[in-house]
């Protein structure tokens, strides 16, 4: 059976850099992978070959059985992969309410409107009139994450979403990610914070240079001191 999300041997380049070197992964239907690596090796240009912003030059990607490859990022988002970017980026003269309706798309067996992502995340609700500038960066956080929800993916990538938070607002967040997936959303954890993604994930994977170099349960990454040193630079 064919994965749900399915990466193929991608080649992309920067202009005349070349990132990913012949990169694969794939994601089930409901899993939550978690892609970890150091700075400069890959990750934000995985999300980006994904969702249409930088195509690879070589290999396939595949959502739901279909090629997704060279379609555009919107077309990307209206088949049901939803991002939510590394800095958050809300708009913030927009309010909270504003922030999440003008990123809504509706379709058959809808799931995410306001009102079940204030009941994700009940600050949100308390703050709906609030301008999204004012808000805390942990607000921010939550309000990035219900906007990207706000298009109803079926498939969630999340691109550094513990980056700059309290340890309290992290356990926040992964409690999120968590009964997400337990809805059966599949979840794509880009990270640098390795034990809040080992916390949050069914299966983890490194890049290192651009391409897949470790593949595992958290579990048996977390018991490698040789693969987390080498490739993550803890001990």
């Known amino acids: 059976m064919a994965a749900f999300l399915s990466v193929q041997d991608i080649h992309t380049y920067y202009g005349d850099s070349y990132v990913l070197q012949g990169l694969s992964i794939e994601v089930e239907k409901g899993e939550a992978l978690g892609i970890l690596g150091r700075n400069g090796m890959g990750k934000t240009t ?17 959502f739901d ?9 919107y077309d990307i988002s209206a088949l049901g992969i939803g991002l939510c970017p590394q800095g958050r980026r809300v708009f913030p003269t927009l309010t ?9 798309q509706t379709h058959s067996g809808n799931r995410w409107n306001t009102e079940t992502v204030y009941e994700l995340f009940p600050r949100l609700g308390e703050r709906a009139d609030q301008r ?7 607000e921010q956080q939550m309000l990035a994450v219900g906007r990207a929800l706000m298009t109803n993916p079926e498939c969630l990538i999340l691109d550094e979403p513990s980056e700059g938070l309290a340890p309290l607002i992290i356990q926040d967040i992964g409690d999120a990610i968590r009964s997400l997936k337990d809805e059966g959303l599949s979840i794509i954890l880009v ?8 916390r949050t994930v069914d299966r983890v994977s490194i890049i ?4 897949v170099v ?5 579990q048996e990454l977390w018991e490698n001191e040789e693969i987390k040193q080498t490739h993550l ?3």
Do not use: Y
């Open 132 to 138: 999204a500038g004012s808000l805390s960066g942990g």
């Open 214 to 218: 470790h593949d595992s349960s958290p």
């Open 65 to 73: 059985g279909k090629d997704i490859t060279d379609k555009t990022s």
């Open 208 to 211: 290192t240079r651009g391409q």
């Open 191 to 198: 990270e640098q914070n390795t034990p809040f993604a080992i």
């Open 46 to 62: 995985l999300i980006n070959s994904i969702m249409g912003f930088v195509p690879p030059r070589r290999g396939k990607i595949f």
């Open 96 to 104: 909270v309410r504003e922030n999440l309706i003008v990123a809504e």
């Open 233 to 235: 630079g803890i001990g």
